[in-house]
């Protein structure tokens, strides 16, 4: 239900693209964050942690809790999904529902990170891969109930990667932490990180070079079209199929010459792995397998549908960020440099940026402005 990748062009810069499907649209936040911003992250019986960032981030975020007329939503309710920081650091959330099960033991009196503050603590603090990493062997990290997912046990495992080609998983595989170095610099859900690795040496066939013509005793086969150098790509929409198929991507598409036309070219990759309502549904009584986040389930009860719900890309040189959620044939950009003068959180909902407003960085300024 999640797909990401690096794409890397002539120059060897990276551009980072994800898609987020799932069976129902969420009230999203296109949130930035200035340099400055004040965090507390807190774990039952544990003292808080608080950190204050120290490097701007644009983030694609959600609400920790539900809002009332008495306590409505704040900056400081925001959980980063997806983001990307003043260094070119990005930080992605993707499904994985075997990261719940039994923690290591953390002193009582340890101030512990909570899961859903990974997002702004490494992109609020860190520029590299290796910074993050770290840092991660100082800061104990614990999984935590979400009220929002249900009461699921943060069913995520996370990617972190940065400009100078970097990658890392973080991954709580049945509540043991693991960081895994990401040489492929793709991700998709479960199984767990090294297994998709193993899973890619039976790939080691794959070439995007066409064989159109074949002899077969004396009949010459020979193909109408082209493209049949994908043929033996897996053709499913599983995470297992579609960590294949996002390691080939990202490793034959042409490499741009220009950042402009580099975009342009991942976008075109990410496209691939965009998901129409209805295209595979799981029906109430055929298992629980559509249920990548336990609490999501299709309203009423009925059949689910998993879909992408935005796409975003990020040019991680030029700290440019695009957006494009379901209802939109076009991408919203976003330019972190325009924004990092600025002292206060801005936030733009999602669904105010679908189709109607390409320039992303007046939509949050006039945000603010309202």
Not at 165 to 187: C, Q, T, W
Not at 208 to 220: H, L, S
Request: charged share 15%.
């Amino acid at each position: 239900m999640c797909t990401s990748l690096v794409y890397r062009d002539a120059s060897d810069r990276s551009y980072f693209g994800r898609t987020l499907e799932l069976t129902v649209n969420l009230p999203y936040l296109m949130a930035y964050f200035p340099k400055g911003f004040a965090v507390t992250s807190q774990v039952q019986d544990h003292p808080a942690l608080s950190f204050t960032t120290s490097l701007a981030v644009l983030a694609v975020t959600m609400p920790a809790r539900i809002p009332s007329r008495e306590a409505p939503i704040g900056p400081a309710d925001l959980k980063a999904l997806e983001g990307l920081n003043e260094r070119g650091l990005t930080f992605s959330l993707l499904s994985y529902p075997s990261a719940a099960g039994p923690e290591a033991a953390v002193a009582a009196e340890t101030p512990v990170l909570s899961a859903s503050d990974l997002g702004l603590w490494a992109l609020g603090q860190f520029g590299t891969v290796a910074e993050v990493r770290a840092a991660l062997d100082r800061q104990p990290v614990m999984l935590e109930a979400l009220a929002l997912l249900g009461g699921a046990v943060s069913p995520f495992h996370y990617v972190v990667n940065d400009a100078i080609g970097a990658s890392l998983v973080i991954e709580f595989h049945k509540g043991v932490m693991s960081v895994y170095d990401n040489p492929v610099r793709v991700m998709t859900n479960g199984p767990s990180f090294d297994w998709h690795l193993t899973n890619l040496d039976n790939y080691t066939f794959l070439s995007n070079v066409d064989r159109p013509i074949a002899q077969f005793g004396d009949y010459r086969a020979a193909q109408p079209d082209s493209g049949a150098a994908t043929a033996n790509l897996p053709a499913s929409n599983t995470s297992v199929g579609r960590f294949v198929r996002a390691a080939y991507y990202a490793q034959f598409a042409e490499k741009a010459t220009t950042p402009d036309h580099a975009v342009t070219t991942l976008a075109h990759v990410m496209n691939s792995f965009d998901r129409p309502r209805g295209v595979t549904i799981d029906l109430p009584d055929g298992g629980a397998s559509h249920l990548e986040v336990q609490g999501l389930d299709a309203p009423g009860g009925g059949a689910s549908t998993e879909f992408t719900c935005w796409t975003s890309l990020a040019d991680l040189d030029r700290r440019v960020f695009f957006l494009r959620a379901y209802d939109s044939l076009n991408y919203t950009r976003f330019d972190l440099a325009a924004l990092a003068s600025g002292t206060e959180p801005l936030i733009v909902p999602v669904g105010r940026l679908n189709g109607g407003a390409p320039d992303g960085t007046a939509a949050l300024l006039a945000a603010k402005a309202a």
